[in-house]
């Protein structure tokens, strides 16, 4: 198995894990301070990953540069307004409903991939793209329109317009982490892609962690009383988004972003047996497409 490929199955199972946490932190955290976690404490779990990485290997780090932090901050500062539409989707329609929405990121990542980063793909890969998009959308859709009218109103209600934004701002991510990890000099892409994540992670803390003691400083507080459970989101978060970083360097993004809707296999399987959630028929039917369109983009590669 390819690098790329197993680190990107691995994040996305780390990643459902996480948002499964996440989810259970709302009812005692607010948007902001259940976003918060992710990075303050996944921070010392990136420095973890990345000393292991280094005694395990070897190798030096690169010297930051503007460009590099540029990227960084940005790819940061997205994929805070990300999280927070994806935690806002599953208020409005749940946890498997809210990510299936955001998921549309894999052909929002490639199309953004395409204009800003040059990446070409085969018609076949585009082809799976759209089938794992469309999954997505069945997952999301059906029992709930039965007609064309009704599925384009469907497509404007809160959940809808917050999880596509939602996704639209991880593809701006993916992209912008990419552009990060490029923008270092090292030889080793999987340790440039760990030492993106430190630098990237520190941000969000300062961006998100300043916001949150300004603007809601009773949530700042709740934030480490409930450390025991908070902790373990920062820890699964650092994890799945090294191996996000790592899949971003030695792949495409819109590969990596499309064998990742693997994802929502997972959160079928999270939503049943972790939150309780019912899947439906229709939520086993979607996820089957998504699996062929994630195997017609292996195809394509």
Not at 192 to 198: F, S
Request: hydrophobic fraction near 55%.
């Amino acid at each position: 198995m390819s690098l790329w490929l197993g680190a990107t199955l691995m994040a996305a199972l780390l990643q459902t894990w996480r948002t499964a946490l996440q989810q259970r932190l709302r009812g005692q955290l607010s948007i902001n301070g259940a976003g918060v976690v992710r990075y303050l404490y996944g921070v010392p779990m990136g420095f973890v990953i990345l000393g292991t990485y280094l005694a395990l290997f070897g190798g030096a780090l690169s010297a930051p540069n503007p460009r590099f932090l540029l990227f960084a901050a940005a790819g940061g500062l997205l994929q805070i307004l990300g999280t927070n539409l994806l935690i806002m989707a599953f208020g409005f329609r749940g946890f498997a409903v809210g990510t299936a929405y955001a998921k549309t990121e894999a052909v929002q990542g490639a199309v953004l991939a395409l204009l800003l980063l040059g990446e070409l793909l085969s018609p076949l890969s585009w082809s799976g793209i759209a089938i794992c998009v469309g999954g997505t959308l069945y997952l999301s859709l059906a029992g709930r329109v039965s007609s064309p009218g009704e599925m384009l109103r469907a497509t404007t209600q809160p959940a809808a317009l917050t999880g596509l934004a939602a996704g639209f701002c991880f593809a701006l991510t993916s992209v912008a982490i990419k552009a990060a990890n490029q923008a270092l000099d090292g030889p080793d892409l999987v340790l440039r892609a760990i030492e993106t994540l430190v630098v990237v992670n520190a941000m969000q803390t300062v961006m998100q962690g300043g916001y949150l003691l300004l603007r809601e400083p009773d949530q700042f507080r709740a934030v480490f009383t409930t450390w025991r459970s908070s902790a373990w989101v920062g820890a699964l978060s650092a994890c799945g988004s090294a191996c996000w970083f790592t899949g971003f360097a030695l792949a495409p993004v819109a590969l990596v972003r499309a064998v990742g809707q693997v994802e929502i296999i997972f959160t079928l399987i999270f939503s049943r047996f972790y939150l309780r959630e019912s899947p439906k028929r229709s939520d086993v039917i979607g996820a089957l497409v998504v699996v062929a369109g994630v195997v017609l983009v292996l195809a394509g590669r």
